[in-house]
Structure formats: structure tokens, C-alpha cells
């Protein structure tokens, strides 16, 4: 069974900046982590869960929804198995429970993942509150 932590979530002012991480283990390892796409989506109160970021398994490319570019930068290093978000500017719009995700299917080409039931394997989630 594939598991995903999310860590570094917590509570900052608007304005500022956090990082968060994303941990994979289990059957991961079985294969090179550049096989797997992985993404991060947000769910803030009383609203849908909704599309943040993803990135390809090479890291080379990454694509980005138009609330968040420009001020969050997905990253991965895959011989750690872990995928990062650095969040700058942070507005309090941005507060919600911020989920790190896994594609287990290979990667098709010139194709971004921005729908969950495109991923697999999910995290517990990671709070992220901005005050104002």
C-alpha cells in the first residue's frame, strides 16, 4: 500500500510564506519515483476540493491554477520520494486543508492531471490557515 504524509502546514499571516512537504512509502518504492505524476489539491471550508498544482514525474514541468501561479512553486526530488510546495504571498483566500497526491498509472504525454479521480493515492492533509 502506497502512503503519502503531508507535513509543514500551520498557521501564518497574510503575506507571508510556508512550505510544505509530501513523503511517499510503501510499494514506491518498488519502482523509480519518476513514474509517478503527483499533484497537491486544496480544500478550504464549506467548498469542493479543488485543483492546486501538478507536476510531471521528471520534474520538468509543472502546471498551475491561476489563483496560485506566480506565488506557490511545486517542486520533487525523486531519490528522496518527496514532492514539495512552497507557498509565497499568502492570502487569506488561500487558507484550507491542502492534500498531496499520486498518480499510480503511467504518465501520458504532453498531458497535465488537474481532476482527483486522475490520481490514486492520497495524504491525510495538512492545514494551512492565513490570517489577515
Known amino acids: 500500500q502506497v502512503q503519502l504524509e503531508e507535513s509543514g502546514g500551520g498557521l501564518v499571516q497574510a503575506g507571508g510564506s510556508l512550505k510544505i512537504s509530501c513523503a511517499a512509502s510503501g510499494r514506491t518504492a518498488s519502482l523509480p519515483f519518476n513514474t509517478y505524476v503527483m499533484g497537491w489539491f486544496r480544500q478550504a471550508p464549506g467548498k469542493e476540493r479543488q485543483f492546486v498544482v501538478t507536476i510531471t514525474g521528471s520534474g520538468r514541468s509543472a502546471y498551475y491554477t491561476d489563483s496560485v501561479r506566480g506565488r506557490f512553486t511545486i517542486s520533487r526530488d525523486n531519490a528522496k520520494n518527496t514532492a514539495h510546495l512552497q507557498m509565497n504571498s499568502l492570502k487569506p483566500e488561500d487558507t484550507a486543508v491542502y492534500y498531496c497526491?499520486?498518480?499510480?498509472?503511467?504518465?501520458?504525454?504532453?498531458?497535465?492531471?488537474?481532476?482527483?479521480?486522475?490520481?490514486?493515492?492520497w495524504g491525510q492533509g495538512t492545514q494551512v490557515t492565513v490570517s489577515s
Open positions: 497526491a499520486l498518480r499510480r498509472r503511467h504518465e501520458r504525454y504532453n498531458e497535465y492531471y488537474t481532476l482527483q479521480e486522475e490520481y490514486d493515492y
